[in-house]
């Protein structure tokens, strides 16, 4: 048995299954860029044969990398080929087929019965392994699948060409200890003495994902699919942060390598943060910024005398910055470059401009510039970045006798539009100027304002869930005007929603012909 566990990260796949994540394909670049850096041994870079945007992503990611990159695709040719045209510059490349094998998938998803099932995942295979050396089999829901029909399915994928059977718990099933059980089964009954890797992949439905991907990998398995901070659908997938440090802090159990760089750690959880608009949860393990904090004077006390006492990990070995004050006023825009790439921006000339810009506003306000404002900053100018819409300028009139009205100006390209339009509030007016502007309807689902940094002019960061038409996408926006800072993320949402709008039509003329 293999002593060094894999890693295939699915953040790009999976992870932007999360509703309301949307990567814009410079960001999934940069993020590839990110965990090539981070030592992943295979990227999943997407599902090359759902959209032509999708395909145009796995493409873009197997060009820039060198490590392994895969594309998911259906045991149907269509997928299957789209998926090796894809990875066609790839320098590991990898086709990673699944079918759904259980009962009630099979029943009401598949309108499939088992020996059809079978005779698909067996043609998908050999077609996979007909275009690319490495294949990867997953059957989907494995976890409430007829033992005896797993066995069969993972072992006739073997035969037909499959390197890496994977075992997902698609909907976070399965308890920790029948996880392990049937991780050593496969490994026993489908793998045998044969050089076949059999993969995880546990979602976090029961808060379980981790400790089940931990047991399997104890019991056998040696490739983990995970995401970066647990993203993925409903309650999200695995995440890597917590799988390695697992392995590493209690080597004594598990005994294994990984060949990931834990010092990028901080730094590509912050970038998922940043590109994804999904918060790192303060308590969350690893990685939260609670995760090296002790409030309690008997903890203080002991950290103090020995940080062992209290900490079971080194947050400098995760790459977590010590100190608190990171810049000042008389900071230059090297420094302020230098400090965006430790938090996980890699900004263009232009997006350094407009953050220094801002950098200075703030400076002139504030005596110490901290990680998080440097933060908020960087991540306004890469979320602004993108989009067909940019703010140009606003105007409120508002008080607490009059309907409030705000004149909004963006600018698309060249032009500059300009429209007006009333609210119960000066947010909500500003709002329908926007939707007047973009010509969508806009729903908001959600708002919601924190203050981000410290003091009387302390940048307030807003958060939006926005609708249109079936698809919900999150904004955000930062300023020390709660206004703006709520127009910036409206706008984001919407220029997020248009993307999407774009990419279905791509679809459905690709699918027409029209």
């Known amino acids: 048995m293999r002593d060094t566990v894999l890693f295939l990260d699915t953040t790009l796949r999976d992870g932007e299954q999360t509703p309301g994540v949307s990567f814009h394909l410079d960001d999934k670049v940069a993020f590839a860029r990110a965990l090539e850096a981070l030592g992943v041994d295979m990227i999943e870079a997407g599902f090359a044969g759902a959209s032509p945007g999708d395909f145009e992503a796995v493409r873009a990611v197997a060009r820039t990398v060198k490590t392994g990159v895969c594309s998911l695709a259906r045991c149907v040719e269509a997928d299957i080929r789209a998926a090796a045209e894809a990875l066609r510059e790839a320098a590991k ?5 699944f079918i759904a094998t259980s009962p009630l998938h099979r029943a009401a998803k598949l309108g499939m019965n088992r020996e059809q099932v079978l005779d698909a995942a067996v043609r998908g295979v050999r077609l996979a392994r007909s275009l690319c050396a490495d294949v990867e089999f997953s059957c989907e829901d494995a976890t409430r699948t007829e033992t005896d029909f797993l066995y069969q399915v993972c072992r006739a994928a073997v035969e037909a060409g499959a390197t890496t059977i994977n075992i997902p718990d698609t909907v976070g099933y399965a308890a920790v200890g029948e996880y392990g059980d049937l991780i050593a089964s496969i490994c026993r009954e489908v793998a045998g003495e044969r050089d076949i890797v059999i993969s995880t992949h546990c979602h976090n439905d029961l808060g ?3 400790a089940t991907t931990l047991e399997a990998i104890r019991r056998g398995a040696r490739q983990v699919e995970c995401t970066i901070n647990g993203l993925g659908e409903r309650a999200g997938n695995a995440s890597l942060d917590e799988i390695v440090m697992g392995l590493r802090t209690r080597r004594d159990i598990y005994g294994l390598r990984d ?15 940043n590109l994804s608009g999904m918060e790192i949860p303060p308590n969350k393990a690893v990685v939260g910024a609670n995760a090296f904090v002790h409030q309690s004077g008997i903890h203080q006390h002991g950290v103090l005398r020995e940080r062992a006492t209290y900490e079971i990990m080194k947050p400098e070995e995760l790459g977590i910055p010590q100190g608190g004050v990171v810049l000042g006023k008389l900071s230059g825009r090297h420094a302020l470059r230098e400090h965006a790439q430790e938090l996980g921006f890699e900004l263009t000339e232009h997006e350094l401009d407009r953050a220094f810009e801002k950098f200075k506003e703030l400076a002139d306000r504030k005596k110490d510039i901290t990680e998080r404002d440097v933060m908020a900053i960087c991540r306004e100018q890469v979320r602004g970045s993108h989009g067909l819409y ?7 009139f508002s008080g607490n006798r009059m309907t409030a009205t705000a004149t909004v100006s963006l600018q698309r390209g060249a032009d500059v539009i300009t429209r007006a339009d009333c609210g119960d509030g000066p947010v909500e007016a500003c709002f329908h100027a926007v939707d007047q502007i973009t010509g969508f309807k806009c729903k908001l689902e959600s708002y919601q304002l924190r203050a981000v940094t410290e003091g009387e002019d302390a940048l307030g960061e807003v958060t939006v869930r926005v609708s249109s038409e079936g698809i919900t996408m999150l904004g955000k926006g930062v300023s020390t005007d709660i ?10 949402a919407a220029n997020r929603i248009i993307e999407a709008r774009q990419e279905q039509e791509k679809a459905h003329q690709q699918e027409t012909g029209v």
Request: contains cysteine; hydrophobic residues 50%.
């Open 93 to 97: 490349p990898r086709i990673h087929v």
């Open 208 to 210: 379980l994902a981790a």
């Open 259 to 273: 060949n990931l760089n834990i010092h990028e750690i901080y730094r590509i959880s912050r970038l998922a943060a």
């Open 390 to 396: 940019r703010i140009h300028s606003f105007q409120i």
């Open 483 to 492: 206004i703006e800072a709520s127009c910036l993320a409206y706008l984001n």
